[in-house]
């Protein structure tokens, strides 16, 4: 899908004001893509209380080592995407740099500085440019830019968020159950029944790296969040740590058995020569 062509008018402006500040946000949060087919108002209202209904059970999380924890509930939204706008915002978040287009000598200024925001000639002509590789983040994620789509945004990396979130929209028994009947009847509400079954989870973007359902799975899975998955690093890293000492210590130690093990050889054997220079 090719750039529009850049187009100064006020009216082209409006428009890009209008719906690309609702597309960055997503493209540089935690962003797991739905497949809908056209749910109706009120079926997405069913939607949104029932993920409200269980995002509320998530306590606050570290969203960083030392800080407060942070209650990122109120904060998921549930959007209905527009395909193109996300496919530029994508685009911008990955291939465009500020730094060097305020570099660039072609950059239009004002007395401000050089105009180098999302929605600058600068950022046009830089993407436009850009050499897309087959191992980007957005060649993997563009060939979902697809028909109706919605987003499941979250502002930071939160395996719990995700969990909750998937238990809703895209349950699976024995890793993120469904809640039954008799803890929350309305999720088997007829309306929100409906509603469910038009979604299909096809994959996500964390932190920049593109998930399919295996991988978004695998996120939500994580034990105990992000202080969980730092304890698993931390375990790893001393068990490599101890393993290398181990390794180092254990060369060490064989060649000091070894010089030991000559040494006594050779006391026992001048303890041997020394009777029979004696006697001769």
Do not use: C
């Not at 939160?158 to 009947?181: E, I, N, Q």
């Amino acid at each position: 899908m090719q750039l529009p062509a850049y187009d100064p008018s006020p009216k082209v402006l409006s428009r890009l004001l209008t719906l690309l500040p609702q597309q960055n946000p997503p493209a540089r949060d935690q962003l797991t893509p739905e497949r809908h087919s056209n749910l109706t108002a009120v079926e997405w209202a069913a939607v949104r209380r029932e993920l409200k209904k269980a995002l509320d059970g998530v306590p606050p999380v570290n969203v960083m080592p030392g800080a407060e924890p942070v209650d990122l509930s109120s904060k998921v939204q549930l959007q209905v995407l527009r395909t193109n706008m996300l496919n530029v915002a994508l685009k911008l978040v990955e291939f465009y740099d500020p730094e060097a287009a305020a570099a660039s000598k072609a950059t239009p200024r004002t007395s401000k500085g050089p105009i180098v925001h999302d929605l600058s000639k600068a950022a046009y002509e830089q993407v436009k440019s850009a050499e897309i590789s087959p191992e980007s983040a957005y060649a993997q994620i563009e060939p979902l830019m697809v028909g109706p789509l919605a987003g499941l945004i979250i502002p930071a990396v939160s395996p719990a968020h995700v969990a909750a979130a998937l238990s809703v929209l895209a349950p699976v028994p024995g890793k993120f159950p469904a809640p039954t009947r008799r803890k929350n009847p309305g999720y088997y509400d007829p309306t929100f029944q409906n509603g469910l079954a038009k979604l299909v989870l096809i994959g996500g973007r964390i932190e920049g790296k593109v998930f399919d359902q295996a991988g978004i799975h695998w996120v939500g899975g994580i034990e105990g969040g992000l202080d969980g998955l730092r304890a698993q690093l931390v375990a790893i890293l001393q068990g490599a740590g101890l393993g290398i000492t181990s390794t180092l210590e254990g060369g060490s130690r064989s060649l000091w058995l070894a010089l030991e093990g000559r040494k006594e050889q050779l006391e026992e054997e001048s303890k041997k020569d020394a009777p029979a220079d004696a006697s001769s």
